[in-house]
């Protein structure tokens, strides 16, 4: 039977307008399978090499499918497979032979084609399997569609949740400044020091190496150390002389006061940590559980630090604030004792300006030291 003879017939039901690449040396064969596909209701460009195939894809990706034959001089259909699988991945290929064989057959489908059909073919087969192939490849663009419509909304919605998250956060940091302001207001003696040992304690944090969200709580848990003084009795926290041995112990209460109340705020619960442990000293020899070494979270250890370069270098009603060299001298006689000595040796490397930029930068009352994070 011939070629034309097995391509006569009618036009099949119409199909959704596709652009299917027909690529045969043969020119009578492309030709007549070019015609039927327009006349099946497809758009078809037929060329004659792979070469000139590579060529169209590469100036015209819109195609919906090739229809190639295998056994052509130069680049063979195979190889142009392998082309287009790389180049463009998801274009269905339809392999065309007139040789039988078994092996052909096997490698063509190992290579990535879509189906495959042996010349001469009815004019059913090739519109059932064109079909096929057309229907796959609507199906895949309409996929990648929906996932790229789906990755923008995600996108958008992703960013807007991230918005919402960061204005919900500050509002968070503003509750606390709230908090450490209520306690300054309460204790003048310490005014302003909620603020300025955060400022030190987080660029301590930095040199350290800290960043991130641990970055954000250790802040958080600096800001608040102090925080549980809010329930220490008004005739302990304000008395101008000496504590007795029981109001020392009352005072000391503070650590787990603070930490009871802090940790009940699911974002705090983390900050909590260094505000139950501000207390404890590097030996062992702090309250209020005795904690050692590694044991007290890196936060603590690092607030310790800011916290009596702070206490050093601060007016009291009995004392005139010290200069940052007899701080930095007294830090550094209590290094392995009362501090971290990996952390003290990173504080002496900053230099005296840095601390004093953050302890004036800490006067602005819109300043939060945690909001340059």
Known sequence: ???????????????????????????????????????????????????DALDTLSQDPGFSLVLSDIMMPGTDGLALLDR???DHPGLPVIMCTAVHDVHVATSAFRRGAFDYLLKPFERTQLESTVARASEHSRNLRQNIAYRQHLE?????????????????????????EAMGDALDLRDEETEGHSRRVTAYTVALARSVGVDGDHLRIIARGAFLHDIGKIATPDAI????????ADEMS?????CQRGYDMVRKIP???????????????????GYPRGLKGEEIPLGARIFAIA????????????RKGANLEVAREEIARCSGTQFDPEIVTVFQQIGNDAWRNLRERSRDR????????
Do not use: N
Request: proline share 4%.
């Open 152 to 176: 923008e909304i995600i996108s958008a919605r992703t960013g807007r949740l991230r918005a919402t998250m960061q204005d919900l956060e500050r509002s968070y940091d503003i509750t606390i």
């Open 84 to 86: 287009i699988s790389s």
């Open 237 to 244: 926290l304000l008395k101008p002389g000496r504590l007795t």
């Open 267 to 285: 974002f705090l619960r983390e900050a909590a940590e260094i505000v139950y442990a501000h207390q404890e000293r590097f030996d062992g020899s």
């Open 1 to 51: 039977m011939t070629w034309t003879a097995r391509l006569r017939g009618g036009p099949c039901s119409q199909m959704p307008h596709e652009r299917i690449l027909v690529v045969d040396d043969e020119a009578p064969v492309r030709g007549i399978v070019a015609a039927l596909l327009e006349h099946s209701g497809y758009s078809a460009v037929a060329v004659g090499s792979a070469e």
């Open 307 to 318: 916290d009596a370069l702070d206490a050093i270098t601060s007016d009291r009603p009995y």
């Open 366 to 373: 819109d300043f939060l030291a945690f909001a340059a994070l």
């Open 250 to 254: 009352i005072m000391r209460e503070h």
